[in-house]
């Protein structure tokens, strides 16, 4: 075959392609088999999508003839596909390295959040950010994670739980979307906490009649882009009724359904999500049995989150069940300033670790099952024909060093590629 291609990365040790058999998404004895290549080639065409991937031998006769932009020798490296975060915060300004301290201490995530600080701190300070400042930190941010190996990332707003801040942070997204190469999915997530001073039901009034009919016009007028709604419910913060509703508004504007649920109290979150036919929903750590089976039945994916329930010391989302149970399981860095973590690789080696799933489990709710989740798994999520060429080139004789590894990914991840282009 000749021809003229951005990238060709040749002779990797390994090549972890994650088999998805044309499904968008794997579960139970599939996360256990992700394909690997030994000796193995890619090449991404100038579109950014991949052209080939197998072994060394049979595309370099393929493309013998062929000249590439870039050719990246992996010799004694792996190439993954790159990684994909599900569930994060990243827009903010204001940390709360006081409140990690009082947590130390003893106090609960809802002892800080009801004494006014947790989400409330950071909308206060979100609120009077300017959109430069928020832009210049998310940008870092997304660096940050791009270099841990992500190459798709969803993005939350819910730091304003007002019009103009949520639309000011989705607007923020979008502009560090167009800025970086890194892909991004964005969420709508106005029902992250109830404002000081209002009730459930005049919050959800506000989402429901002022929110979400200006993000529709700007949506439709295509002066913003918004992929997910997301709702943060919980006890104390939105019942399982509003959460219905505004969800339910969302799905009818085009968003794809994806939350917090089941956290700290079971609130059958899980069945909702099913019901509702939701993309996602994120934390799980007190899903029941049923809500399980629901998720299963409904093809909801269940996006975990390490990083969460280890800090806050909670119980381990229940990974093994829902891996049994057929339950298509993600995972997420949650990123945010309770959960100051950008690294996927970290969070693959917690869930292993913590949530007892083997390495190829982690890397499957890492890459396609993610993607899934966020309803990109068509394109993004595994080394295919014609899905984007985002991939890892590691530094190490065999791919499980990603997760093995404690930190120091700078030295590990010697590329990370997106569209075929080094970043
Ligand atoms: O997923 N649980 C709600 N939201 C975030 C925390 C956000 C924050 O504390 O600022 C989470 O953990
Ligand atoms: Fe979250």
Redesign the pocket.
């Known amino acids: 075959m000749s021809g003229n291609y951005r990238l060709l990365v040749k002779n990797a040790q390994q090549v972890v392609l994650i088999c998805s058999d044309g499904e968008k998404f794997i579960t139970k004895h599939g996360m256990q088999n992700l394909c690997v290549i030994e000796n193995g080639s890619v090449v991404i065409g100038r579109d950014g999508l991949i052209k080939a991937v197998g072994p060394a031998e049979t595309i370099g006769a393929q493309y013998s003839g062929s000249s590439f932009d870039n050719v990246i020798d992996a010799a004694g490296m792996c190439v993954l596909p790159g990684l994909v975060d599900a569930h994060t915060?990243p827009v903010w300004a204001g940390d709360r390295v006081h409140e990690f301290a009082m947590k130390l201490a003893g106090a609960t995530y809802m002892d800080v959040h009801r004494a006014g600080g947790?989400?409330h701190f950071?909308v206060e300070h979100t609120r009077a950010a300017g959109s430069s400042a928020l832009l210049a930190s998310l940008r870092g941010r997304l660096a940050r994670m791009q270099r841990a190996g992500t190459t798709l990332v969803e993005c939350k707003s819910g730091y304003g739980l007002e019009l103009q801040t949520e639309i000011k942070m989705l607007e923020v997204i979008e502009e560090a979307g167009r800025a970086l190469p890194i892909n991004i999915s964005s969420t709508y997530c106005g029902a992250?906490a109830v404002p000081k001073g209002k009730t459930v039901a005049e919050a959800t009034e506000d989402i429901l009649q002022v929110q979400l009919p200006r993000l529709k016009e700007r949506m439709s007028a295509g002066t913003l882009s918004v992929d997910n709604i997301d709702v943060?419910c919980e006890e104390g913060v939105f019942d399982l009724r509003s959460t219905r509703s505004i969800l339910q508004a969302g799905k009818d504007m085009g968003l794809n359904i994806n939350f917090?649920g089941d956290?700290l109290h079971p609130m059958n979150s899980a069945q909702l999500g099913a019901e509702l036919g939701a993309s996602a929903i994120?934390?799980l750590e007190e899903v029941t049995d049923e809500g399980i089976a629901a998720m299963a039945t409904a093809r909801t994916a269940a996006v975990l989150?390490p990083t969460?329930a280890y800090i806050l010391r909670l119980p381990q989302p229940r990974a093994r069940d829902m891996l049994e149970a057929g339950v298509i399981v993600a995972l997420g860095s949650?990123f945010?300033?309770?959960?100051y973590c950008c690294s996927m690789p970290i969070v693959m080696h917690l869930a292993c670790v913590n949530m007892k799933m083997s390495m190829p489990e982690a890397l499957a709710a890492a890459t396609i099952n993610a993607a899934y989740a966020l309803r990109r798994s068509d394109t993004h999520g595994s080394l295919e024909v014609n899905k984007h060429g985002d991939l890892l080139v590691l530094n190490a004789a065999r791919w499980e060093h990603l997760i093995y590894q404690l930190g120091g990914h700078q030295e590990l991840i010697r590329y990370v590629v997106i569209k075929g282009n080094v970043v």
């Open positions: 915060h947790g989400i950071t992250h943060f917090h956290e994120s934390h989150l969460t949650d945010n300033p309770n959960a």
